[in-house]
T-cell receptor, first 112, second 114 residues
Framework: DAKTTQPTSMDCAEGRAANLPCNHSTISGNEYVYWYRQIHSQGPQYIIHGLKNNETNEMASLIITEDRKSSTLILPHATLRDTAVYYCIVRRGSGNTGKLIFGQGTTLQVKP | DSGVTQTPKHLITATGQRVTLRCSPRSGDLSVYWYQQSLDQGLQFLIQYYNGEERAKGNILERFSAQQFPDLHSELNLSSLELGDSALYFC???WGTGDTGELFFGEGSRLTVL
C-alpha cells in the first residue's frame, strides 16, 4: 500500500471549513484513499473514502487530484467536536485483507 | 456506537501477569482486527482473523496471541506482561475481506501494567 504524508497539526476556526491535505504520490491505480479520525483516545471512526472521483457524505467531502497523487479532506463547517487526529490511508480496493496501516495523522484543533 | 464491544474497558495488572481482552464484532461481521496504541508508537496493527482463521499478521509479539471463536467473538491474550505493554488495545470488525469496506472500531481496552 502506498505511503501517505500529512502535516503534523493544523488549526481551524469554528464554523469555517477545515481543509486537511494528504500526499500519496506513489499511489497505484487500484488503491483507494481512506480517511479516519480519532477523537481523544476513542476508537478511530471512518469518515470517507474514494478512488478517483470526488466524494461527499454527511460528514465530509473528499477531493482527489486528477493525477491522484494528493487529496484533501474538507469538513465544511468545523465544530469543536471535530477536534481530533485525522488519518489519511491508502489501501488496495481488492485482494487486500482489509487491514489499515495508520501513520501519525494530522491533529486538527478547532478553536472558538 | 459502532456496534463493536470490547471488555474490559480498563485493566490494571502487574508485570509478568497474563490478561485476556475480549471483542464482540458487529452482528454479521466475519473479520476482526486487533490494534495496539501506545503513546510513542501510534496505532499499530497486530493481527486479523476472518471467520475463525488468521488472515494477516502485523507487529504482534510472540508473548501475544489471539483467536476467533465460532460465534465470531475474538480474544487477545497478552502474557508475561511488561511495562511497555501498557497501551490502548482496539478491536475492529467488518463484514468481509478483500474489498473496500470500512472498519468499525470499538472503544478500546486500556491496559496499565505496573
Amino acid at each position: 500500500d502506498a505511503k501517505t504524508t500529512q502535516p503534523t497539526s493544523m488549526d481551524c476556526a469554528e464554523g469555517r471549513a477545515a481543509n486537511l491535505p494528504c500526499n500519496h504520490s506513489t499511489i497505484s491505480g487500484n488503491e483507494y484513499v481512506y480517511w479516519y479520525r480519532q477523537i481523544h483516545s476513542q476508537g478511530p471512526q471512518y469518515i470517507i473514502h474514494g478512488l478517483k472521483n470526488n466524494e461527499t457524505n454527511e460528514m465530509a467531502s473528499l477531493i482527489i487530484t486528477e493525477d491522484r497523487k494528493s487529496s484533501t479532506l474538507i469538513l465544511p463547517h468545523a465544530t469543536l467536536r471535530d477536534t481530533a487526529v485525522y488519518y489519511c490511508i491508502v489501501r488496495r480496493g481488492s485482494g487486500n485483507t482489509g487491514k489499515l496501516i495508520f501513520g501519525q495523522g494530522t491533529t486538527l484543533q478547532v478553536k472558538p | 456506537d459502532s456496534g463493536v464491544t470490547q471488555t474490559p474497558k480498563h485493566l490494571i495488572t502487574a508485570t509478568g501477569q497474563r490478561v485476556t481482552l475480549r471483542c464482540s464484532p458487529r452482528s454479521g461481521d466475519l473479520s476482526v482486527y486487533w490494534y495496539q496504541q501506545s503513546l510513542d508508537q501510534g496505532l499499530q496493527f497486530l493481527i486479523q482473523y476472518y471467520n475463525g482463521e488468521e488472515r494477516a499478521k502485523g507487529n504482534i509479539l510472540e508473548r501475544f496471541s489471539a483467536q476467533q471463536f465460532p460465534d465470531l467473538h475474538s480474544e487477545l491474550n497478552l502474557s508475561s506482561l511488561e511495562l511497555g505493554d501498557s497501551a490502548l488495545y482496539f478491536c475492529a470488525s467488518r463484514w468481509g475481506t478483500g474489498d473496500t469496506g470500512e472498519l468499525f472500531f470499538g472503544e478500546g481496552s486500556r491496559l496499565t501494567v505496573l
